[in-house]
C-alpha cells in the first residue's frame, strides 16, 4: 500500500541554520504531496503543497520539490527561527480507492535560539 | 470565514463507555475526512464523509461510526471505548469531494482520554 516514510527526529538546529527534513514516499499513481505543521497542543495546518513531479511548493520560507524519479519531498528552508519549533509531517493522497491522506511518523524540529 | 471547529476540546472517559466527538466543517466545503493521531504519531485515516454518505474508511472496527449532516457538520462515535483508543482525534474538511489534488483543513482537535 502507499506509505511515506520521514526522517526520525528530534532534530536541533541553532537560529538561521539551514533545515532539510527528509520524505520519501511509496505509492501507485501520482500522488499530491503535502508538507502540514503542528505547533504544541494544536491541529495541523497545511505548509505547502506540490500535485505534479517537478512542481515545487512554497510558503513562509520553506521550499519542496515534488521528485518523481527519487519519490521524494524533501522539506527545506534557508534560515530557521525559534519560531519554526514545531512538528513536521510529510503526507500523500492515496489515489488507491478513497482519496485519503496518508502522513509519515512526524519530524520534530527544535530550533535554538 | 470560519475554520475547521472540534467539539469538546479535552474528554476523559473510562473504558467500555461510548463517546460522540463533533465537528464543523470550513464554510463552502462539503467533505469531512476524521483521523485519529496516537501520541508521537502521525494521524491515521478513519473516514471520510461527502454529502452525508461514508465515502471510504480506514482500517478501524465497526465501533468507530460516523454521521454527516445537511450543513457538512460531523459527529464521529466511538463505542466500547478501549484504553488505545486514547489519541487526538482531528477533524479535517475540504472543498471538492476529494480528488487527488484535493486540500485538507484541520482543527484543532478533540484530545481523547480512556482510564
Known amino acids: 500500500g502507499d506509505s511515506v516514510t520521514q526522517m526520525e527526529g528530534p532534530v536541533t538546529l541553532s537560529e538561521e541554520a539551514f533545515l532539510t527534513i527528509n520524505c520519501t514516499y511509496t505509492?501507485?499513481?501520482?500522488?499530491?504531496l503535502f508538507w502540514y505543521v503542528q505547533y504544541p497542543g494544536e491541529g495541523l495546518q497545511l505548509l505547502l503543497k506540490?500535485?505534479?513531479?517537478?512542481d515545487k511548493g512554497s510558503n513562509k520560507g520553506f521550499e519542496a520539490t515534488y521528485r518523481k524519479e527519487t519519490t521524494s519531498f524533501h522539506l527545506e528552508k534557508g534560515s530557521v527561527q525559534v519560531s519554526d519549533s514545531a512538528v513536521y509531517f510529510c503526507?500523500?493522497?492515496?489515489?488507491?480507492?478513497?482519496?485519503?491522506?496518508?502522513f509519515g511518523t512526524g519530524t520534530r524540529l527544535k530550533v535554538l535560539a | 470565514e470560519t475554520g475547521v471547529t472540534q467539539s469538546p476540546t479535552h474528554l476523559i472517559k473510562t473504558r467500555g463507555q461510548q463517546v460522540t466527538l463533533r465537528c464543523s466543517s470550513q464554510s463552502g466545503h462539503n467533505t469531512v475526512s476524521w483521523y485519529q493521531q496516537a501520541l508521537g504519531q502521525g494521524p491515521q485515516f478513519i473516514f471520510q464523509y461527502y454529502r452525508e454518505e461514508e465515502n471510504g474508511r480506514g482500517n478501524f472496527p465497526p465501533r468507530f461510526s460516523g454521521l454527516q449532516f445537511p450543513n457538512y457538520s460531523s459527529e464521529l462515535n466511538v463505542n466500547a471505548l478501549e484504553l488505545d483508543d486514547s489519541a487526538l482525534y482531528l477533524c479535517a474538511s475540504s472543498a471538492v469531494g476529494g480528488g487527488r489534488t484535493d486540500t485538507q483543513y484541520f482543527g484543532p482537535g478533540t484530545r481523547l482520554t480512556v482510564l
Open positions: 503526507a500523500l493522497i492515496s489515489t488507491s480507492g478513497t482519496y485519503k491522506y496518508i
Open positions: 506540490a500535485t505534479k513531479a517537478d
Open positions: 505509492a501507485t499513481g501520482y500522488p499530491s
